[in-house]
């Protein structure tokens, strides 16, 4: 489980408190990403592992130093799960299950999917239709939620991910799925619900909206051109 944390200090507590309790099992990386709060110091509960990385990265940056983490460490299966709560644990099920069911290597937690009633408007719900209505497209599979931070990903899309993990704005989300597809990975999604923020500031606000679309074509023309990369087998 991969927690990637920016200025979290007010939601992380019960965030990793929930994962703890209803994930017993998992293994849990905290990655502070330049935190300028004490994100890093409430994070040091329990078994959670913490990597402090000394500068502010993105959640792209962040990621990728999470799926190093867990191509160094061996681990078969990476969660990414967001720090401000708003990701339910118990769904965790869900997407490995699809995982295994549909021997896919990436799962995505979809949030427009039927279930639970999260809805955007205005720019970013053009953008996400148009992003959808693509990259469904470039990974041959019906995607209704290309920019969300909830997945799943196998040992195949760790090895990937640990080396080309993007870090622009939205790569994270949008280029890291076509990546994925076009480097030869099966890209699926499940329906999950979002919850409200345990705290913290949201990233996005109506004047950031306002430039959503843009920004998101841009993230994706930047994901098309990119050189494709065959992951190899896994071990």
Do not use: C
Not at 49 to 71: E, H, I, S, T
Not at 102 to 118: H, L, Q, T
Not at 132 to 146: F, G, N, Q
Not at 170 to 198: C, F, H, N, W, Y
């Amino acid at each position: 489980m991969v927690l990637p944390a920016w200025n979290e200090q007010e939601a992380l507590p019960g965030v990793l408190d929930d994962v703890l309790a209803t994930l017993p099992d998992a293994d849990v990386l905290v990655v502070n990403d330049g935190s300028t709060d004490r994100t890093s110091a409430v994070a040091r509960r329990g078994r959670v592992m913490v990597l402090d990385l000394p500068v502010n990265l993105g959640v792209g940056g962040a990621m990728r130093a999470g799926y190093k983490f867990a191509q160094r460490e061996g681990y078969d299966v990476a969660v990414q799960l967001d720090a401000d709560g708003q990701h339910d644990p118990a769904q965790v099920a869900s997407l490995l299950r699809v995982m295994d069911e549909e021997r896919a290597d990436v799962v995505i937690g979809a949030r427009f999917a039927g279930e639970g009633a999260y809805a955007v408007r205005g720019p970013r719900r053009w953008a996400m239709r148009v992003l959808s209505v693509t990259i469904s497209r470039v990974a041959h599979t019906r995607l209704t939620d290309t920019t969300s931070g909830f997945k799943a990903s196998n040992r195949r899309a760790i090895e990937l991910f640990s080396r080309e993990y993007p870090a622009e704005y939205l790569g994270d989300t949008i280029e890291s799925l076509v990546i994925s597809a076009r480097s030869g990975l099966k890209v699926r999604q499940v329906g999950v619900s979002m919850r409200p923020r345990a705290g913290g500031t949201p990233s996005h606000n109506p004047v950031k909206a306002a430039v959503f679309l843009a920004r998101a074509i841009l993230a994706l023309l930047i994901a098309l051109t990119r050189p494709v990369t065959i992951p190899a087998d896994n071990p």
